[in-house]
C-alpha cells in the first residue's frame, strides 16, 4: 500500500494520541441501526489496528438516539476490554448505567451555546453544569476518569458566531467540575486555522494548558486537516478523528463526517508523527465498514487507497 514520503517538520509534537470516535460520534447519526455484533467488531478491528482510545458509545436516553440503544449490550459483547473505554455520558442517569457495566471512563459533552445546549441536552446553557455537577462529583468518587466536551465552539447553525470569551468560559467552568482533558469540537466544521489559534491561546491565557486540550474536528467545509496543523503548530497533541469520516451529530443538522482517521494518520505519517497507528489494517477496516452501511467512505485517503 502506497505510503507518504516521512519529512519531518522541527516545529511539530513527535507523538499525538488519536482518540477514536467512529463507534460513537461516527455511528450516532446513522439512520439504519447497525447490529451490536458489528459494532462490537469494528471497535475490536479499530483496537487491532493500534488505536490507543476508541470511545465505543453513548448512555444517553435511548429514545434521543435510537442507533446507541444497546450500549449496555455492546460493553457486555466487548468484556473487559469494552471498560476499558470511554463511552459519553450526560447525566446521573447515564452514569448509573454506565456503572452498572463497570465503566471506568466517561465524558460529559456541554454546549457553548446556549441554543445548541436546548437541543442537544434539553437544558439551558447554565443548566447544563447542574446536571454535570453531580454526574462528574459521583464518577470522581468511584474513581473514573473524566473527559468533558464543548460542542459549538467555532461557530452554531442557529447563533452564527460564536465568542471565543463565551467558549473559553463554558469550558473552563466544564474542565473544574473535575475533568482532566477538555475536547473542543468544530461540531458543523466551519473553524479555519486563525481561529484555531485564537482559541487556543484563549484557553493557555485562562490557565488550560495544551496537555489538557484535544481538537474534535468535522470536516464539513474541508477545513479539518489545515486547523489540525494550526492546533498541532499550537502544541496540541490529541486528536479526535473517525475512521472512514463517519458521522455527523443527530442535534446539529449541518454537522456532517468527523475528521476521517485515515486523513489524520496519513498527514501525521508524513511528518513523521508517531501514532502507533496501521493506517493499512485501518483502511480495510473502513472498507469493510462501507459494506457493512452500503456506502462508500467519504474519506479522501479511503478512496485513494481502497482501490490499489
Ligand atoms: P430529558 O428528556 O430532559 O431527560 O433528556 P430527563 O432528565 O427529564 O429524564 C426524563 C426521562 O428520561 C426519565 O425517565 C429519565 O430516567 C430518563 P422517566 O422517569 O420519565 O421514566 N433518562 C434516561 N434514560 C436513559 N439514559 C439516560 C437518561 N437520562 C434521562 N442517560 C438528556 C436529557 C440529556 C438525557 C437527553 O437530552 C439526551 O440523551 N441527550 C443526548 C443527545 C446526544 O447524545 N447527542 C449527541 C452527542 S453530542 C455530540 O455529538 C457532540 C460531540 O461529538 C462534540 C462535537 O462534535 O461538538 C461530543
Ligand atoms: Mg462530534
Same mark, same amino acid.
Given at each position: 500500500?502506497?505510503?507518504?514520503?516521512?519529512?519531518?517538520?522541527?516545529?511539530?509534537?513527535?507523538?499525538?494520541?488519536?482518540?477514536?470516535?467512529?463507534?460513537?460520534?461516527?455511528?450516532?447519526?446513522?439512520?439504519?441501526?447497525?447490529?451490536?455484533?458489528?459494532?462490537?467488531?469494528?471497535?475490536?478491528?479499530?483496537?487491532?489496528?493500534? %488505536?490507543?482510545?476508541?470511545?465505543?458509545?453513548?448512555?444517553?436516553?435511548?429514545?434521543?438516539?435510537?442507533?446507541?440503544?444497546?450500549?449496555?449490550?455492546?460493553?457486555?459483547?466487548?468484556?473487559?476490554?469494552?471498560?476499558?473505554?470511554?463511552?459519553?455520558?450526560?447525566?446521573?442517569?447515564?452514569?448509573?448505567?454506565?456503572?452498572?457495566?463497570?465503566?471506568?471512563?466517561?465524558?460529559?459533552?456541554?454546549?457553548?451555546?446556549?441554543?445548541?445546549?436546548?437541543?442537544? %441536552?434539553?437544558?439551558?446553557?447554565?443548566?447544563?453544569?447542574?446536571?454535570?455537577?453531580?454526574?462528574?462529583?459521583?464518577?470522581?468518587?468511584?474513581?473514573?476518569?473524566?473527559?468533558?466536551?464543548?460542542?459549538?465552539?467555532?461557530?452554531?447553525?442557529?447563533?452564527?458566531?460564536?465568542?471565543?470569551?463565551?467558549?473559553?468560559?463554558?469550558?473552563?467552568?466544564?474542565?473544574?467540575?473535575?475533568?482532566?482533558?477538555?475536547?473542543?469540537?468544530?461540531?458543523?466544521?466551519?473553524?479555519?486555522?486563525?481561529?484555531?489559534?485564537?482559541?487556543?491561546?484563549?484557553?493557555?491565557?485562562?490557565?488550560?494548558?495544551?496537555?489538557? %486540550?484535544?481538537?474534535?474536528?468535522?470536516?464539513?467545509?474541508?477545513?479539518?486537516?489545515?486547523?489540525?496543523?494550526?492546533? %498541532?503548530?499550537?502544541?496540541?497533541?490529541?486528536?479526535?478523528?473517525?475512521?472512514?469520516?463517519?458521522?455527523?451529530?443527530?442535534?446539529?443538522?449541518?454537522?456532517?463526517?468527523?475528521?476521517?482517521?485515515?486523513?489524520?494518520?496519513?498527514?501525521?505519517?508524513?511528518?513523521?508523527?508517531?501514532?502507533?497507528?496501521?493506517?493499512?489494517?485501518?483502511?480495510?477496516?473502513?472498507?469493510?465498514?462501507?459494506?457493512?452501511?452500503?456506502?462508500?467512505?467519504?474519506?479522501?485517503?479511503?478512496?485513494?487507497?481502497?482501490?490499489?
Amino acid at each position: 500500500m502506497r505510503r507518504p514520503q516521512v519529512v519531518r517538520d522541527a516545529g511539530l509534537p513527535e507523538r499525538v494520541t488519536i482518540y477514536e470516535v467512529g463507534p460513537r460520534d461516527g455511528l450516532q447519526n446513522e439512520s439504519t441501526v447497525v447490529p451490536v455484533e458489528t459494532k462490537a467488531a469494528f471497535i475490536r478491528r479499530l483496537v487491532d489496528a493500534g %488505536l490507543p482510545v476508541v470511545e465505543a458509545t453513548s448512555f444517553v436516553h435511548p429514545t434521543w438516539v435510537p442507533q446507541l440503544a444497546d450500549a449496555a449490550e455492546l460493553l457486555d459483547l466487548l468484556g473487559e476490554e469494552g471498560r476499558a473505554m470511554p463511552v459519553l455520558v450526560p447525566n446521573e442517569r447515564g452514569l448509573d448505567r454506565a456503572l452498572e457495566k463497570g465503566v471506568q471512563h466517561i465524558a460529559i459533552f456541554g454546549s457553548a451555546t446556549e441554543t445548541f445546549a436546548q437541543r442537544n %441536552l434539553n437544558r439551558s446553557l447554565d443548566e447544563q453544569f447542574a446536571m454535570f455537577e453531580p454526574t462528574v462529583r459521583r464518577a470522581r468518587e468511584a474513581g473514573m476518569d473524566v473527559r468533558a466536551y464543548v460542542s459549538m465552539c467555532f461557530g452554531d447553525p442557529w447563533e452564527g458566531d460564536v465568542p471565543v470569551d463565551q467558549v473559553v468560559a463554558v469550558g473552563k467552568r466544564l474542565f473544574d467540575l473535575g475533568a482532566s482533558q477538555l475536547s473542543l469540537g468544530d461540531t458543523i466544521g466551519v473553524g479555519t486555522p486563525g481561529h484555531v489559534h485564537a482559541l487556543l491561546g484563549a484557553f493557555n491565557d485562562a490557565g488550560l494548558a495544551n496537555e489538557h %486540550l484535544a481538537m474534535h474536528f468535522h470536516d464539513t467545509y474541508g477545513q479539518a486537516l489545515s486547523n489540525t496543523q494550526a492546533a %498541532l503548530r499550537a502544541g496540541v497533541t490529541t486528536f479526535d478523528a473517525s475512521t472512514g469520516g463517519l458521522g455527523g451529530c443527530p442535534y446539529a443538522e449541518s454537522a456532517t463526517g468527523n475528521l476521517a482517521t485515515e486523513d489524520l494518520v496519513w498527514m501525521l505519517d508524513g511528518l513523521g508523527i508517531e501514532t502507533g497507528v496501521d493506517l493499512e489494517k485501518l483502511v480495510s477496516t473502513s472498507v469493510w465498514m462501507a459494506e457493512q452501511l452500503g456506502r462508500p467512505s467519504p474519506s479522501r485517503v479511503v478512496t485513494a487507497l481502497a482501490g490499489r
